[in-house]
């Protein structure tokens, strides 16, 4: 086990015995494009049934973990910082860790998987169980307690759908990123209402109320400012966060905001449905049940204008087996219940070959 480059974070390690008085311990991490976050977990045994909810030991909360908008050093830097202050509040160390579950965006190909596997056999002990998802996994398992079926919809800063059948096929659809089109997520509904801020004061789009909310939201007193604005930082995050307004003025009646609102359920439900079509999740009739986990800050209940039940509404339509699941908790805890799985399906293939 190496300290890795940064060997300061793990110096409150000195001040503990290593190994002694410590429980066993499950890190469990979902990390996006807003925040990280790290939940230290006990082993619960496996003969034991889950408690609901599973217990936490300790929570910590980073900043963007996802390699294509920060960089990979400074999302190697988030990961490690997150794990040994979870770790640190817990009161144990990286010996007590039995297995660790880091899911994050931007882990879209066997070789992002192995590279961070890699990075994370160099900091834990050779014992320990190491797994590396997409963040869209976790999410799934927080709504199902780590069992992966069914198929998960995320509509946070960015979006993708992603599923499981009960024999481990999987697909996913979107999670591309807001340049290829992530379009539904806070960040496509966004750019879009900026965008039609721009159209309507050049004269190449209607009226709308989102130039006036937005400039004063802002703090800005032209459109031609918006410019300035958005290319000052172009972050994904700070983008997206302009989504209450474009609720907001839809609510108020806005005809702009109100078809940028549609066309966001549209394209979240579309996602699912390429995700369930390929799967069979629906059966061979189209009516059979699958969960359908909801996550995301774009998909949670508004005052009038609810994206997240219009989204279900338009799969339902297509799907009426589609069970729609908000989980009671985070993805984090998801991850830590995956880790949780897999030690416990790697200890009955050990006892099966006894």
């Known amino acids: 086990m190496k300290r890795y480059r940064n060997g300061e974070i793990w110096d409150f390690e000195h001040e503990m015995p290593v190994g002694i008085g410590c429980r066993d311990v499950i890190l469990g991490l979902d990390g996006g494009t807003t925040s990280t ?4 977990m006990p082993v619960i045994p ?3 049934p889950l408690p609901d909810p599973p217990p936490v030991l300790a929570r910590a909360v980073a900043g963007c973990s996802n390699h294509n908008s920060v960089g990979e050093a400074a999302a190697r830097e988030t990961l490690e910082q997150v794990m040994a202050d979870a770790l640190s509040k817990s009161g144990s160390n990286r010996s007590a860790v039995r297995a660790v579950c880091l899911a994050v965006s931007g882990v879209n190909h066997p070789t992002d998987e192995r590279r961070i ?7 834990f002990p050779s014992h320990v169980g190491l797994y590396v998802q997409n963040d869209a996994v976790a ?3 927080s709504g199902t307690l780590g069992k992966l079926h069914g198929c998960v919809l995320i509509a946070g800063t960015g979006t993708i759908a992603y599923g499981f059948t009960e024999d481990g096929r999987e697909a996913r659809a979107a999670g591309a990123g807001p340049v290829l089109g992530d379009w539904g997520s806070g960040y496509g509904i966004a750019a879009q209402a900026l965008t039609a801020v721009i159209k309507a004061h050049d004269g190449r789009g209607p009226y709308t109320i989102l130039t006036s909310s937005i400039l004063k939201v802002l703090g800005l007193s032209s459109p031609d400012e918006l410019i300035g604005w958005t290319y000052a930082d172009p972050s994904w995050a700070r983008i997206a966060a302009l989504v209450p307004i474009v609720v907001s003025c839809a609510e108020a009646g806005d005809d702009v905001a109100n078809r940028i609102l549609c066309d966001s359920v549209l394209e979240l439900a579309s996602s699912v449905k390429a995700v369930v079509q390929r ?3 629906c059966g061979e009739d189209g009516n059979g049940s699958f969960p359908l986990v909801m996550v995301g800050g774009v998909l949670e209940a508004n005052k009038s204008w609810d ?4 989204v279900i509404k338009c799969i339902s339509n297509q ?3 589609a069970l729609a699941i908000r989980p009671k908790v985070e993805p984090a805890v998801g991850a830590a219940l995956l880790a949780w799985n897999f ?4 200890s009955l293939k050990k006892g099966f070959k006894s």
């Open 37 to 40: 976050v790290c939940i230290c």
């Open 46 to 48: 496996f003969s034991d």
């Open 117 to 123: 596997l890699n990075w994370l056999r160099d900091i």
């Open 139 to 141: 999410a799934l398992a």
């Open 279 to 281: 799967l069979g999740l």
């Open 307 to 310: 994206i997240g039940k219009e």
């Open 319 to 321: 799907y009426p087996g």
């Open 343 to 346: 030690l416990m399906k790697e």
